[in-house]
């Protein structure tokens, strides 16, 4: 295997995490528009918008048992067209039924999506010998602020969801199905033999994985507050116009974007561990300044540190869940971990927004914003079990590399 190839296959990982970022954040922001096209009332939109999580851990725990006969880059290879054409089936269908079957589909599909990218993440990592997480997660992020920036034309055109969504679609999907040709399935040894000679990624134990199960679920509690509370909070409790309003989320996506891209520098100089706990300082440090914010400037600042802090942890929490599942079961038990672990996120994303939702209203939302801080914080006291991840993990696989990937870029 030459190292040409180990780049497309990076390369072409990274778009798909891109396209990823861009349908999602086109379907999570034209929610307006979706619930108004299909005439979902207020207390039927819970359900719909509970429903693609759901089903998303529901896909992550499948491809974890499929990924035990074929290659995650096949999942990948299939998942990310199904995606994108639901998508597009939310734009155009013409009933209850139809969006919810595409809701449905779309949510299912990404799940599998999701943790299939993620363990061809996490095993290119390990072939390439030093931290490249956080640089496939920036291309995520790049694609969440092109997505969102197209569906503000299409909001602000007046454009209807089939027409927003349709050439999008039409140009991402041949572009996928042609990017992943170049997909690597990177592996250090045989399948399902990892180097204390497991046999299986079934025997990772979901205690080893409990803390970055935490940490998971903690990032997305904060990632959804300001996802679905900055413009609330900014306006109804900072006193920001409607238009002031909308900055946060941006400022955030932008500070993510801008955090993961220098990251992967951050983690193979000072190790995943300092990176990690510096990210939950400063992602705790800013839900303290949005809490205690005299004014609207402070609030965008408490924001702006939230994405450079946030940004880190999911990244490195796949990476250091695959490394102890691969040091457990091998490859299969990577694989294993990631796809467990992934559904954690979802977990977090549920929960999230009503937590903040429910304390607001019996106490404060500026009360509120103290429950992600000191969930945060929490990672903090998870830091060591991220040592040994990213610059400083993988030493003695840089070199040996080239033998661990197959001529067609599955394992051998």
């Known amino acids: 295997m030459t190292d040409t190839r180990m780049r497309r296959g990076r390369a072409a990982l990274a778009f798909s995490f891109l396209v990823q970022g861009v349908a999602f954040a086109l379907l999570v922001t034209r929610i307006p528009a979706i619930q108004d096209r299909y005439g979902i009332s207020d207390a039927l939109l819970p359900a719909f918008l509970a429903a693609v999580p759901v089903l998303a851990g529901v896909g992550s725990v499948v491809t974890e048992r499929v990924v035990r006969s074929v290659a995650p880059s096949l999942v990948l290879r299939w998942a990310q067209p199904v995606v994108l054409l639901a998508l597009l089936a939310v734009g155009v269908g013409q009933g209850m039924i139809q969006v919810a079957l595409a809701l449905a589909v779309f949510g299912l599909a990404v799940g599998a999506l999701d943790a299939s990218m993620n363990m061809l993440g996490v095993s290119l990592q390990r072939a390439y010998g030093r931290s490249i997480m956080l640089g496939f997660h920036a ?106 309003a909308t900055v946060p989320y941006n400022v955030y996506m932008v500070m993510t974007l801008l955090g993961r891209t220098l990251g992967d520098l951050g983690v193979r100089r000072f190790g995943a561990a300092a990176v990690v706990r510096a990210g939950a300082v400063l992602a705790a440090a800013g839900f303290a300044l949005v809490a205690g914010a005299p004014g609207v400037a402070a609030g965008m600042a408490g924001f702006t540190l939230l994405g450079l802090g946030l940004c880190v942890l999911v990244p490195q929490t796949f990476a250091a869940a695959g490394r102890i599942g691969f040091e457990k079961g091998g490859p299969a038990g990577s694989d294993a971990a990631v796809a467990r672990l992934n559904v954690f996120n979802y977990v977090g994303f549920l929960v999230g927004s009503p937590l903040v939702g429910v304390i607001g209203d019996a106490w404060s939302y500026r009360g509120a914003m103290l429950v992600p801080m000191v969930l945060v914080l929490v990672t903090v006291g998870y830091a060591r079990s991220f040592e040994g991840t990213g610059g400083r993990y993988g030493d003695g696989h840089e070199r040996a590399r080239a033998a661990d990937v197959g001529r067609d870029g599955h394992r051998l």
């Open 139 to 244: 291309a995520y992020s790049l694609g969440g602020i092109a997505g969102a920036s197209l569906a503000w034309l299409g909001a602000h055109g007046g454009w209807a969801l089939g027409v927003s969504y349709a050439p999008v679609v039409g140009v991402l999907l041949p572009l996928a199905l042609v990017g992943s040709r170049w997909y690597v399935d990177a592996a250090a040894g045989p399948v399902g033999e990892g180097p204390g000679g497991a046999a299986s990624g079934r025997g990772v134990a979901f205690a080893v994985l409990l803390p970055f199960c935490l940490v998971m679920s903690f990032a997305y509690i904060g990632d959804s507050t300001v996802s679905n509370w900055s413009a609330k909070y900014l306006q109804d409790v900072l006193g920001s116009s409607e238009q002031t």
